[in-house]
């Protein structure tokens, strides 16, 4: 968890400073990292709570370079994530349950980007699709994004 954060933290700081690329680079292996330890991280939600942060923290980033398709990429393939994660029954039920707590924060920030950009068809079918059908669809679709 130390060298996640402290990925993080340098992305944050090159972040601050204008430094994109760096930022960029340091966000992508704090997401890496993220997604090799979910279900290793000896905390269930301090994993999904920096798998969270590193696909925000890129979507942050995409969208202060002026690219929003990225942004709803990186802020729905989180969303999907938790979705399957919540779904999958080979996880442990605090994994699970962190992915749900965890799921309404990145619901929300779908929300947020779609009334700030507008339309993102990717962003507007994942938030139209009723809760069952979504859950269905990543038992059904399991993927891997990155």
């Known amino acids: 968890m130390e060298h996640w954060k402290d990925m993080i933290a340098a992305g944050n700081r090159h972040f601050q400073l204008?430094?994109?690329?760096e930022a960029r680079e340091l966000y992508l292996q704090a997401l890496a990292l993220a997604l090799t330890l979910f279900e290793r991280w000896p905390?269930?939600?301090?994993?999904?709570?920096?798998?969270?942060?590193?696909?925000?923290?890129?979507?942050?980033l995409h969208l202060r370079l002026g690219q929003p398709e990225e942004s709803a990429?990186?802020?729905c393939a989180?969303?999907?994530?938790?979705?399957r994660s919540m779904a999958d029954p080979h996880l442990g039920?605090?994994?699970?349950?962190?992915?749900?707590?965890?799921?309404?924060?990145?619901?929300?920030?779908?929300l947020s980007f779609t009334?700030?950009?507008?339309?993102?068809?990717?962003?507007?079918?994942?938030?139209?699709?009723?809760?069952r059908d979504r859950l269905a669809d990543a038992r059904a679709k399991p993927r891997d994004y990155h």
Do not use: I
């Open 18 to 21: 204008g430094d994109w690329v």
């Open 43 to 60: 905390d269930a939600d301090e994993a999904v709570a920096a798998l969270v942060v590193s696909h925000h923290n890129l979507a942050d």
């Open 73 to 75: 990429e990186y802020l």
């Open 78 to 83: 989180c969303h999907e994530r938790l979705l």
């Open 93 to 110: 039920e605090g994994l699970r349950q962190a992915a749900l707590r965890h799921s309404r924060e990145t619901y929300v920030a779908l």
């Open 115 to 131: 009334t700030e950009q507008g339309f993102s068809p990717r962003c507007d079918a994942l938030l139209a699709k009723p809760a």
